[in-house]
């Protein structure tokens, strides 16, 4: 049984297989454009510079931590506690995700179904093709795999992140604006190569005299570079060649490589482009740098991410009730470590967070009574019906007044 299988079970699953036979009307969308989406345009992935991009966002992505709020779904909700499904942990399951959004500006998440077809998990996958159809009036997702398999899920089961969606209704639009950078930096390996390529070979142009005939000319050609141009052990480095040869002279090529300067601006594109910068991508970025760039690409995947979610895998009374994905972080634990100390001492000495919140910020597993706060005196416990008492087992007083 292959993952599709594992996945989909598109043989017991008789609604699916129905609505991937008979489902053949598009759904009708407002905006008048196909609703279609195709995974063409991977290629981008294979430049180094838009790589080392997504994976910048990828790797902060996937610290996020997903956490189940309400009391839907508990079985579900236990599962998904430990991982999104058998064969991914969280951390591979969000940077696959956010690579797949990075790479197609659409990233489709669907449930993983048992023999029973009962949701325990769910899965990113990328259809080389996938097409919104109308099923006995409802939005479907049917799915066309690279291998030739096919697949389809309700809409409203699954996951579906957009970047740049402009002209779909559901789906993200194609990098098109990327194209041009993306020549320039096609156009700068090329030349890097054959300047590597004309580094090692020699070219020479001359005049002969007494060569008339084509073959005597391939002949000459042939026995000059043997000897002459050899590249072994035994060259000698000297050119020698006859009176018959006029105006000998070496050719000289200068293949095109791009500058300093337009190099950079390549870089600039790609990393205006994706929201990143060189701190971030050389894991650098502190301080304001950080805080910029979890607020312009972690938070934004991560609102997207939990909100999508929270659709797939909760109804809309679950959701009225309080039941919820939600994909959080501790943006503390970014802060450089001078950062991380005078937080820890300000917000202890107030009482505002806790030893074991603390704790969490220099990823340090809590302690035995640390989640009850303190503040400076002589450091004292703040209970939970307002009284105040010494660490060190004194007198409980009430009122925050005799806490000095």
């Given at each position: 049984m292959g993952l599709l299988d594992a996945i989909f079970h598109p043989d017991k699953n008789k609604i699916e297989k129905d609505a991937l036979a008979n489902a053949h009307a598009s759904f009708k969308m407002l905006?008048?454009?196909?609703?279609?989406?195709?995974?063409?345009?991977?290629?981008?992935?294979?430049?180094?510079?838009?790589?080392?991009a997504i994976d910048a966002r990828a790797r902060h992505i996937s610290k996020?931590?997903?956490?189940?709020?309400?009391?839907?779904?508990?079985?579900?909700?236990?599962?998904?506690?430990?991982?999104?499904?058998?064969?991914?942990?969280?951390?591979?399951?969000?940077?696959?995700?956010?690579?797949?959004?990075?790479?197609?500006?659409?990233?489709?998440?669907?449930?993983?179904?048992?023999?029973?077809?009962?949701?325990?998990?769910?899965?990113?996958?990328?259809?080389?093709?996938?097409?919104?159809?109308?099923?006995?009036?409802?939005?479907?997702?049917?799915?066309?795999?690279?291998?030739?398999?096919?697949?389809?899920?309700?809409?409203?089961?699954?996951?579906?992140?957009?970047?740049?969606?402009?002209?779909?209704?559901?789906?993200?639009?194609?990098?098109?604006?990327?194209?041009?950078?993306?020549k320039l930096v096609h156009m700068n390996n090329q030349g890097i190569e054959e300047a590597v390529k004309s580094s090692t070979r020699y070219s020479w142009i001359a005049e002969l005299s007494n060569f008339t005939k084509p073959e005597d000319l391939a002949k000459e050609r042939k026995r000059f570079s043997e000897e002459n141009l050899k590249t072994d052990a035994d060259a000698s480095g000297i050119l020698l060649f006859p009176n018959t040869y006029k105006n000998v002279r070496q050719v000289t090529t200068n293949p095109y490589t791009v500058d300093a300067d337009e190099l950079?601006?390549?870089?600039?594109?790609?990393?205006?482009?994706?929201?990143?910068n060189e701190d971030v991508l050389q894991n650098k970025a502190y301080g304001d740098t950080w805080s910029a760039f979890y607020e312009g690409c972690v938070e934004v995947f991560a609102i997207q991410f939990s909100e999508s979610m929270s659709a797939a895998m909760y109804t809309t009374r679950e959701r009225a009730q309080g039941s919820s994905v939600m994909a959080t972080s501790n943006r503390l634990q970014y802060l450089s470590n001078a950062d991380k100390l005078a937080v820890s001492a300000q917000m202890?000495?107030?009482?505002?967070?806790?030893?074991?919140?603390?704790?969490?910020?220099?990823?340090?597993?809590?302690?035995?009574?640390?989640?009850?706060?303190?503040?400076?005196?002589e450091y004292y416990l703040i209970n939970n019906d307002g009284t105040i008492s010494k660490e060190n087992g004194g007198e409980t007083e009430k009122g925050e007044e005799n806490a000095e």
């Open positions: 905006t008048g454009y196909k609703p279609v989406f195709t995974s063409w345009g991977g290629e981008i992935y294979e430049s180094e510079l838009v790589r080392a996020l931590k997903v956490e189940f709020q309400g009391s839907a779904r508990p079985s579900l909700v236990a599962k998904m506690k430990l991982a999104p499904n058998q064969w991914q942990t969280w951390s591979q399951f969000l940077y696959r995700v956010s690579t797949i959004l990075d790479i197609h500006n659409t990233s489709i998440i669907v449930p993983v179904r048992d023999e029973d077809l009962q949701t325990t998990g769910f899965f990113p996958v990328i259809p080389k093709k996938c097409e919104v159809v109308d099923y006995n009036g409802e939005p479907w997702l049917r799915y066309h795999f690279a291998n030739g398999q096919t697949a389809a899920t309700p809409l409203y089961d699954c996951a579906v992140l957009t970047r740049h969606q402009y002209k779909s209704d559901f789906f993200g639009d194609a990098n098109d604006a990327l194209d041009e950078t993306m950079k601006l390549i870089q600039t594109n790609i990393s205006n482009y994706y929201g990143v202890a000495d107030r009482g505002i967070m806790s030893r074991n919140e603390i704790r969490e910020i220099w990823n340090l597993p809590p302690v035995e009574g640390g989640d009850v706060p303190t503040i400076r005196g």
